[in-house]
């Protein structure tokens, strides 16, 4: 079995009276694709921003490749090998499409790394999503779908080996969508990654994903495979609807 990659043991995080975290423990496994699913503001993002040393929890510690990672700073968590892409996606608009990857790879994992070096990275990760012809244009010429691209691209090219997806597919037509979806399984492979992906389109995580973790209110409500996910009567009632209409979410069955 797959060695721990990241612990979160009892993580609280507490915005003045409003607890958005309580009291969150999580284990996922080296090579793991893990969904983060449930409610707006059922602490999915709060919980990664803990994660990544956005914010510092109250209560709790967060453990990666066996490290106590708890209120480390991002820039440190990134060199560690934890990178984060953003719910609303704010590229440099001023700057081109690879000086935008560019910046994960120059302040990614990879320590003394040159701007040559930096330059070939990032324009291999934009040949992967599909963005290397327009490599020399200005960010804020892309559409959202590709807007998207090149945060995954710019999230690869600081080289992760723990990528958290916050809403990748959010605002994507279906076809963008399904596109996405193979890029995301391609650079798993290829990239051995760990992934945790926070995402409202269900039938796309619930068919990707090996493993469902559900926040409601700040709190894990449930965890397990999406087929024991959907037939859990706290996340139907939480989240998910009617019954019959969660189980079409899992095509699987």
């Known amino acids: ?11 609280t995080k507490r915005f003045g009276g409003l607890t958005a975290v309580d009291n969150v423990s999580i284990t996922v496994r080296e090579g793991e694709f893990v969904g983060l699913i449930g409610p707006n503001g059922a602490g999915k993002t709060t919980l990664f921003n803990c994660i990544t040393g956005y914010y510092k929890p109250e ?74 012809e327009k490599a020399e244009e200005y960010a804020s010429a892309l559409n959202l779908h590709e807007t998207k691209m090149l ?34 399984k391609k650079v798993k492979e290829e990239f051995k990654l760990t992934i945790i992906m926070v995402e409202h389109v269900m039938h796309a995580v619930m068919n990707i994903a090996e493993r469902i973790i559900v926040l409601h209110y700040g709190k894990k409500i449930a965890e397990g495979t999406p087929q024991e996910i959907v037939k859990t009567p706290e996340v139907i009632t939480a989240y998910l609807g009617e019954p019959e209409l969660a189980l079409k979410f899992v095509k699987r069955l």
């Open 1 to 11: 079995m797959s060695s721990e990659i990241l612990v979160v043991d009892g993580v």
């Open 151 to 184: 945060e995954l691209a710019r999230a690869l090219s600081a080289e992760p080996e723990l990528l958290l997806l916050d809403e990748a597919l959010a605002g994507l037509n279906p076809k963008e969508t399904i596109d996405a979806l193979e890029i995301i």
């Open 59 to 132: 209560e709790g510690r967060i453990f990666f490749k066996g490290r106590e990672i708890t209120g480390k700073p991002p820039h440190l968590t990134t060199k560690y090998g934890i990178v984060k892409t953003h719910q609303i996606v704010k590229p440099f608009k001023n700057m081109t499409v690879l000086e935008n990857a560019m910046v994960g790879a120059l302040f990614g994992k990879r320590k003394g790394i040159s701007t040559g070096e930096a330059r070939e990275i990032s324009y291999k990760m934009l040949e992967i999503v599909g963005l290397q």
